[in-house]
């Protein structure tokens, strides 16, 4: 196909200027097809195209030329530190009881807090340290929003921080011990990788999806002393929880733009461009006129993927069309969403010693959990489950599994916003549960609705706060 004046512009930057470039590139515009054209035009050159994720990059390997290494970043931050070749490889696999860890860090006989809440704490501020660009474990990395759960007077916060820093400082000195039996995760590398003084030898970093990319990988790829050609979609940052920054407003070089799509046509494009402005975009995606997309009802007679908020969201549909006898797919699998409702039930029914998921042993009693859960929407979708099936949910998380297709055919593919980035088909139907009110939700709902092809069918909801 010839390329579109937007992506010549492109491609002509690289060629004529010496400076850094981002692209920002609407839902479906090709952004991957242009990187390849500024390769393909540039081959005395060495690139690195950093991908996503391992799918992305597979598929990347297949289509580049050579003289662009295709890689991720855990990938290329993993062979930088020689994981595979030391003991760090093991730690990536060893099991650990969290009573281990709270009787290492001196935490077995505290008198005022539980001492799972605060491995908790400890977790979750050593896990910002290891995303954040910030070279040691600091105050700002710390959960207050948690700290401030347990309704402390000033003074008693400020000890449980000073505390829980000095905690985290130990923490962090287990995980990067090779010697000790406190895990790493891919996060835990990549941050030694940026501490060591990262360094990557080509003449241009092709960054992919750069909105999504969290301080210390953006850390490193800036640092380095080569030319950067960053592209990605500020309305597709949907990774906030993991510690993603929107990378592309903290970048400083010069911005070229994709706007028209080649996935799906204009019906489509309107729709995307209904949400954009909701979030003040000025400029325009443009659908492509040879693909006639429809907002109408899906044909149920052919494969069609529903995509929704929250895995609590998939189970009720799951649930929904195995009942109307349709062969049921989850997208990515459940992943740890069955072990979390069974836990949330245990909690329901005061049978605390019975919870596997360890974020759900810090809570006291039920009423505790739905009063936390209100600011996470996945646990508010859990409790809403537990609620709606009570003491027959354990049966229904059976029928959910026996649904389940064991194969590649399928009648309903269900999908949450997250887990359908990077994916199209032929017919979607956006759930019921998506949130139109925070910039974030309605990036995840731009995310589910521009993986339609053919045919889009909007939510009720969807439909009463946009107007269609």
């Known amino acids: 196909m010839k390329p579109t004046l937007e992506q010549e512009e492109i491609v002509n930057f690289i060629k004529k200027q010496t400076g850094n470039l981002k692209i920002s590139a609407f839902a479906g515009t090709g952004k991957t097809s242009t990187l390849k054209l500024i390769a393909y035009d540039n081959p005395e050159k060495s690139f690195l195209y950093l991908a996503y994720n391992k799918d992305i990059q597979l598929a990347a390997v297949k289509s580049f030329p050579k003289n662009v290494l295709c890689t991720t970043y855990h990938a290329l931050a993993r062979r930088a530190m020689q994981i595979d070749n030391s003991r760090f490889k093991d730690k990536l696999n060893i099991k650990v009881r969290q009573s281990e860890i709270i009787n290492l860090l001196g935490l077995k006989n505290l008198k005022k807090y539980n001492p799972y809440l605060i491995i908790s704490l400890l977790k979750k501020t050593v896990s910002r340290f290891k995303t954040s660009s910030d070279k040691s474990i600091n105050m700002n990395h710390i959960d207050l929003e948690g700290i401030s759960d347990l309704t402390l007077i000033p003074s008693e916060q400020e000890e ?16 990067v011990d090779i010697n000790s039996d406190v895990p790493i995760d891919h996060d835990t590398y990549v941050k030694m990788w940026q501490l060591s003084g990262a360094i990557i030898d080509v003449d241009f970093i092709l960054f992919d999806e750069a909105q999504d990319a969290n301080p210390v990988v953006l850390d490193i790829v800036q640092s380095q002393n080569c030319r950067k050609i960053f592209v990605g979609d500020v309305h597709q940052k949907i990774y906030a929880w993991r510690g993603a920054v929107n990378a592309m407003n903290e970048i400083d070089a010069d911005e070229l733009y994709l706007t028209q799509s080649f996935r799906f046509g204009t019906k489509v494009a309107d729709i995307a461009n209904k949400v954009l402005s909701m979030k003040g975009e000025k400029r325009r995606l443009y659908g492509f006129e040879q693909i006639e997309s429809k907002i109408d009802n899906i044909d149920e007679s052919k494969p069609f993927t529903c995509v929704c908020r929250t895995n609590a969201e998939v189970f009720l549909q799951a649930i929904y ?148």
Request: proline share 0%; aromatic share 16%; hydrophobic share 35%.
């Open 160 to 175: 449980l921080c000073k505390f829980i820093l000095d905690k985290s400082l130990k923490l962090w000195f287990f995980e």
């Open 321 to 468: 069309y195995a009942s109307r006898g349709k062969k049921i797919s989850i997208c990515g699998g459940v992943g740890d969403f069955l072990i979390r409702c069974r836990s949330a039930y245990y909690l329901y029914t005061g049978k605390n010693n019975l919870i596997l998921y360890n974020e759900y042993k810090k809570f006291y009693s039920w009423d505790d959990f739905v009063e936390k859960a209100r600011f996470d929407a996945e646990s508010n979708s859990i409790c809403k489950i537990i609620k709606k099936y009570g003491h027959g949910i354990l049966h229904y998380l059976e029928k959910f599994e026996s649904s389940l297709s064991k194969g590649n055919e399928f009648d309903v593919l269900l999908c949450t916003a997250h887990k359908s980035k990077g994916l199209e088909w032929d017919q979607v139907l956006i759930g019921e549960d998506f949130n139109f009110k925070e910039d974030d939700e309605l990036n995840l709902i731009y995310v589910a609705c521009t993986r339609a092809k053919n045919i889009l069918k909007l939510s009720e909801k969807f439909i009463k706060n946009i107007s269609v």
